[in-house]
């Protein structure tokens, strides 16, 4: 390709990525996005960054993780003990950070010893280390215990979402395309082959873990950020649950499939507001007609590449032809 | 020294009831590798059917021990049938998430019929309400009950599936299924009875647990199922009586640290053990390591 062209064309990217968040920055000035949507599209772009973690690990590196609430919750509470006490934007952007690098290093402790396990034996380990953390804010004093936190302040709108979903997709397909990135998918693909062709599998997953971690605690920095409460069992099994279900519904592997499946169960699930008695036996049925008519989840291992979807997807996320 | 004693009879009590689902899990797991999160909601559905058994038909206990084994015994068989069957060839996760939504859906369709509330099981007369005291130790009837009718199941169970036609096919299936299936064993016959046998233990862990708390509630199987599942890896997952040593283990170890430390980290403290046996010996007390080949 011609150097100009690949110039234009990143450029592009940015203009689209600028685009989006302008015009939802606008509707939300105009009110034309009210309150309630707003709450939805805060839940989505969290759950973006959710599932785009969580598919790094489980998805590119095949590490199964059912404990990914438990990061997410240490991301929210560090966030909300720091807000709480300094009410600003520098407290909130503080508490962010340190969220998620205390996500990350629980993580990267965490994914040391356990990521030597496979298969389900991983995924029991990652969602008893969930719920032990779940436990543990339940019975400390600063979290307040099974009460919660309340009252935080909210610093998380539309601009801080955008650029921290943004931030996470980016991250994540950048890492994914670099030589550690590949050297995840290896893992993924035969672990014995992988460590035979001189890829330390177990730094690969740890690191896999770690970013992922990092990303979750984001996640639950916005979280305790935007929803003014936080209490332990919000941040139990069935939130990794939910986050899995996301992943692999959109298909493992695929990062546009895990942006599309978290506004495709958002949707449903304001759908199903109307009916609160059924609303989980309808999701729960729809999740067993999806997973026995189309296993692979909506895009198997596929990136979007449709005109479609808005330029968001289109444009981070350049289909990876052949490969794998 | 009587506390002590009195902690493990009750640890005992409540390792039965671990036990009894851990069984479940550990067969079914061992012939398709499949984490059965509905499991711990079978054990719900078990507690259910003893609870209208002994209100509305007025049933005793056994009738509605036996009546409850008998309908999770079809509903575990159905479960298998209609979600995990089309899905014999598919990824794990996949089965894996049927396996939660089958989980869901059995605890908000329960929650739709009968209410999310709380209900009581009758208060129990007669026999079973007698309690032994001996110096400061109380032993109920409830208790030796339960371990009773837990050492007749798993004595049961053990007869099915050492002696008879049935259960050499399950352990031969789930050695290798592709094998078994050369041999002329019908493997979907065999996965089907080895669901409905957990099942049927999962129903009769319910009502058991119904008889000794009182009190039942649609997500009651969640936690239990969780921790059964620590007991069978724990024990070595596959393995019969590594479930039972498991999940006594774990009912006992729970008991402890509610008794002498704090009731609130008795959960953390199983999940610890989990993670600490996950990472010294990944195959569980009974299992042997298994080197990968390529």
Same mark, same amino acid.
Request: aromatic fraction near 4%.
């Given at each position: 390709m011609v150097k100009g062209l690949k110039e234009l064309l990143s450029l592009r990217k940015w203009f689209l990525l600028l685009f989006t968040f302008v015009i939802v920055q606008f509707l939300v000035q105009i009110n034309v996005i009210n309150d309630y949507l707003q709450a939805t599209i805060a839940t989505i772009c969290i759950n973006i960054i959710l599932a785009v973690s969580l598919n790094l690990i489980t998805g590119f590196t095949g590490q199964f993780s059912l404990g990914h609430a438990g990061f997410m919750s240490i991301g929210a509470y560090t966030c909300a003990i720091i807000l709480l006490r300094v009410p600003s934007t520098g407290g909130f952007l503080a508490g962010l950070l340190s969220g998620a690098v205390l996500a990350a290093l629980v993580g990267f402790l965490v994914g040391l @010893? +356990?990521?030597r396990l496979r298969g389900d034996y991983l995924a029991i380990a990652t969602l008893g280390m969930s719920e032990i953390i779940r436990i543990i804010f339940l019975n400390l004093e600063i979290t307040n215990g099974a009460a919660g936190l309340s009252g935080i302040p909210r610093f998380t709108n539309w601009f801080y979402l955008f650029v921290f979903m943004a931030g996470t997709i980016l991250l994540i397909s950048n890492f994914l395309r670099s030589s550690h990135g590949r050297a995840c998918i290896s893992v993924r693909e035969d672990e014995i082959a992988a460590e035979a062709m001189g890829i330390n599998a177990t730094r690969y997953k740890v690191t896999a873990f770690t970013i992922g971690a990092f990303c979750a605690g984001i996640a639950g920095a916005l979280y305790a950020g935007y929803f003014y409460f936080l209490k332990p069992s919000t941040f139990g099994f069935l939130k990794s649950i939910d986050i899995l279900v996301i992943v692999v519904l959109g298909g493992m592997g695929s990062l546009s499939g895990s942006v599309l499946a978290a506004i495709l169960l958002a949707l449903i699930s304001t759908f199903l507001q109307d009916f609160p008695d059924l609303r989980m036996v309808l999701y729960s049925l729809m999740l067993i007609i999806i997973m026995i008519f189309? @296993?692979?989840?909506?895009?198997g291992s596929k990136e979007l590449s449709l005109?479609?979807? +808005?330029g968001l997807g289109r444009n981070l996320l350049p289909s990876r032809k052949g490969g794998e | 020294m009587e506390q002590l004693i009195q902690q493990i009879i009750n640890g005992i009590s409540l390792g039965s009831i671990y036990a009894l689902i851990a069984l479940g899990y550990t067969m079914v797991y061992g012939i398709i &590798? /499949? =984490?059965?999160?509905a499991h711990g909601d079978i054990y719900m559905l078990g507690a259910y059917i003893g609870y209208f058994c002994m209100t509305? *038909? &007025? *049933? %005793?206990f056994l009738p509605s021990l036996i009546a409850a084994m008998l309908i999770c015994t079809l509903i575990g068989m159905a479960v298998e049938k209609i979600a995990y069957k089309p899905l014999r060839n598919a990824t794990r996760i996949a089965v894996l998430i049927t396996a939660i939504g089958v989980s869901l859906f059995i605890e908000y369709g329960t929650m739709f019929f009968v209410g999310a509330g709380v209900r009581t099981y009758p208060e129990i007369t007669g026999l079973l309400a007698k309690r032994f005291q001996f110096g400061s130790m109380v032993v109920s009837m409830q208790q030796i009950m339960i371990v009773a009718t837990t050492i007749v199941l798993m004595t049961i169970l053990q007869i099915i599936v050492r002696k008879t036609r049935i259960g050499k096919a399950m352990r031969a299936v789930s050695l290798d299924k592709d094998a078994a299936q050369l041999m002329g064993i019908n493997v979907n016959t065999t996965i089907s009875f080895t669901f409905a046998l957990g099942s049927a233990l999962a129903g009769a862990a319910g009502i058991l647990v119904g008889v000794y708390y009182n009190s039942i509630n649609p997500l009651m199987g969640v936690m239990p199922g969780l921790k059964a599942f620590v007991a069978a890896v724990l024990g070595g997952i596959g393995i019969i009586p590594g479930a039972m040593i498991g999940g006594y283990l774990i009912g006992i170890v729970e008991v402890f640290v509610s008794g002498y430390g704090s009731s609130m980290y008795r959960e953390a403290v199983v999940f610890a053990i989990l993670i600490l046996i996950l990472i010294v &010996?990944?195959? %569980? =007390? /009974?299992g042997k390591n298994i080197r990968e080949k390529v």
């Open positions: @010893p +356990t990521l189309r @296993p692979q989840g909506l895009m005109k479609m979807l +808005t | &590798k /499949l =984490i059965n999160f509305t *038909l &007025k *049933l %005793g &010996k990944p195959a %569980g =007390i /009974l």
